[in-house]
């Protein structure tokens, strides 16, 4: 598909041999329990392991650089039922950058900005709701491309 095609030439930022240094924060943990739940899982790969935020909305992503990165666009992987409705994009702590609107399913998806960001320190992905009753979100991947 197009999509796939476009996607191929942007390259990911976070996985591990990329060597960009940087740090994850998240608004919770369901049940404060980082071991089976934690954000490290986030970018561990897998598919089989998530980050699981607790109730209540917004929820968050916060991810800080050391050394600035261009970002152009991100995918996201949720479970179906407990997926971000209503999100922002934010980067530098305050500049909202996009509004978006994932479908509720568990394939991956992907978002592009209207622009490329060209140095970027700090970005925050925020779920102002979920279409989960508590506004849980399940998110087993978050990858940002250049």
Same mark, same amino acid.
């Given at each position: 598909s197009l999509l796939q095609e476009i996607m191929s030439t942007l390259y990911p930022i976070l996985a591990q041999e990329c060597g960009n240094v940087y740090t +994850? =924060?998240?608004?919770?943990?369901?049940? =404060?329990?980082?071991?089976?739940f934690g954000k490290k899982y986030l970018f561990d790969g897998r598919n089989e392991t998530c980050w699981n935020s607790d109730q209540g909305s917004p929820q968050w992503v916060s991810l800080e650089f050391e050394q600035p990165v261009s970002v152009s @666009? &991100? @995918?996201?992987? &949720?479970?179906?039922? &407990?997926?971000?409705? $209503? +999100? $922002?994009v934010e980067v530098e702590g305050a500049t909202k950058v996009l509004d978006f609107y994932p479908e509720d399913s568990n394939k991956e998806q992907s978002f592009y900005l209207k622009e490329r960001l060209n140095s970027v320190k700090k970005i925050r992905i925020a779920f102002n709701s979920s279409t989960d009753f508590y506004g849980r979100i399940t998110l087993y991947k978050l990858e940002l491309f250049s």
């Open positions: +994850c =924060r998240v608004s919770s943990t369901l049940n =404060r329990d980082t071991k089976q @666009a &991100f @995918a996201l992987q &949720f479970q179906g039922g &407990f997926g971000g409705k $209503e +999100c $922002e």
